[in-house]
């Protein structure tokens, strides 16, 4: 008998059907590997959309979590409590920016980094009016805020009018940045790899080209690291790869490894100039339970030594994609930078097609925009769990 069916009947009657699921219902979590109710492994090169960065299971992480729920899992920001500040202090040293406001989603970040960037730009000159020039193809939630500088014309339509004052540049296009730029632009933003629109890297020149814009004329520079940061890339955030700082980041995903947090950080100099009390808040936001959760994750990181890791996997993959890519003619191409990768199938090749097979035969990826075939494992990942998903996608592809 298929467990799984009695699962998915529940579950279709009562949620509200935004999503078309695959027909998988998972229980339970192993080092790399997921299990659904029936019993059949998968290996897992998606990690709840780059969320598991450790995988599942860690104990040190599980032990600390149960702790905080045996002593206090939420207070309200009304008063301090004994997790946040360690939780900051991570935050604040791994990106080198001052300070941290804790939020419960990536959306939520993007929110918070538009408010911040609006109240300064309001401080400096009282007016109401301020542009942000944001990237087409871009994804930064689904929000009304965030759906605004979400450069995806299908996501957007229905939903009008959306927050103004937002104009859209080509990625990778430095001068169809200075082309929207004007006296009223207050902030650019930026995934630094675009994830959901296809795994497009920024160029150095570009983001770099930006960074002097923006310093030239006083915007302030978001860049999303909600996919790309926490080390999937290489480096604690993609940006640090760059020589370019931002003025403002935005991070979730892999920052809780499992627990709903968020956070957008910023300058000191951008603090003291934009959100003041009462300018906005957050009841669960920086929680004592999410909180434990964030100083695990970057003591994990540290003690794990997941940047070095990531380094030595993310060129093994990328090497034995390549290979991949010269082999079969339906690749196209492969791009990313470390453990966030895709690969471009040809239109005849239907991404989605290729990850039901994959499923099928115990392996889990996922799409991105344009057909292509997203991996974003556990940053735990070894070499052998390479060529295990090699030796399945090739056998998925033939
Ligand atoms: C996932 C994602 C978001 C939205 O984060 P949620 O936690 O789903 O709200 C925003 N930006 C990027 C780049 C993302 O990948």
Redesign the pocket.
């Known amino acids: 008998m298929n467990k799984a069916n009695t699962y998915i009947e529940e579950t279709e009657k009562v949620l509200l059907h935004t999503y078309n699921r695959y027909q998988i219902v998972l229980e339970k979590g192993e080092g790399v590997y997921l299990y659904d109710v029936n019993g059949k492994r998968y290996l897992d090169f998606a990690a709840g959309?780059a969320v598991q960065a450790l995988g599942y299971s860690n104990e040190e992480y599980k032990q600390a979590l149960k702790e905080q729920i045996d002593r206090l899992c939420h207070t309200s920001n009304l008063f301090y409590h004994t997790t946040v500040a360690a939780a900051a202090e991570k935050l604040a040293k791994a990106s080198g920016l001052e300070r941290v406001f804790f939020t419960n989603?990536?959306?939520e970040s993007?929110e918070g980094a538009i408010k911040a960037a609006r109240k300064y730009a309001y401080m400096k000159d009282g007016s109401n009016d301020h542009e942000i020039i944001a990237m087409k193809h871009s994804?930064?939630?689904r929000s009304m805020g965030a759906l605004s500088v979400t450069g995806n014309e299908n996501y957007q339509k229905p939903f009008r009018p959306l927050i103004g004052g937002i104009k859209f540049a080509d990625f990778n296009d430095l001068e169809s940045v200075k082309a929207l730029v004007n006296e009223r632009t207050c902030a650019v933003i930026m995934?630094t790899i675009q994830?959901?629109g296809g795994i497009y890297p920024a160029e150095h020149a570009f983001l770099q080209g930006v960074k002097k814009l923006c310093e030239e004329r006083d915007i302030l520079l978001i860049l999303?690291e909600?996919?790309c940061g926490m080390g999937r890339c290489g480096t604690m955030f993609a940006w640090q790869e760059y020589e370019v700082k931002p003025d403002i980041m935005t991070c979730?995903?892999a920052l809780g490894c499992g627990v709903p947090v968020?956070a957008f950080v910023m300058s000191q100099k951008v603090a003291d100039q934009s959100l003041m009390p009462g300018d906005h808040g957050t009841t669960y936001g920086g929680n004592p339970f999410v909180c434990a959760a964030v100083s695990k994750v970057f003591d994990l990181f540290e003690k794990e030594q997941i940047l070095q890791h990531v380094q030595e996997v993310g060129a093994y993959l990328t090497e034995q994609l390549n290979q991949l890519t010269e082999k079969f003619s339906c690749i196209v191409e492969r791009r990313g930078k470390g453990l966030l990768q895709g690969l471009v199938l040809e239109a005849s090749t239907p991404a989605g097609s290729v990850v039901s097979r994959c499923l099928e035969a115990g392996l889990i990826v996922i799409t991105a925009g344009g057909n292509v075939l997203r991996m974003v494992p556990p940053l735990i990942i070894t070499k052998e769990h390479v060529d295990e998903m090699i030796q399945i996608l090739e056998h998925c592809l033939s």
């Open positions: 959309i989603s990536g959306t993007i994804f930064h939630g995934e994830g959901e999303d909600i996919q979730a995903k968020g």
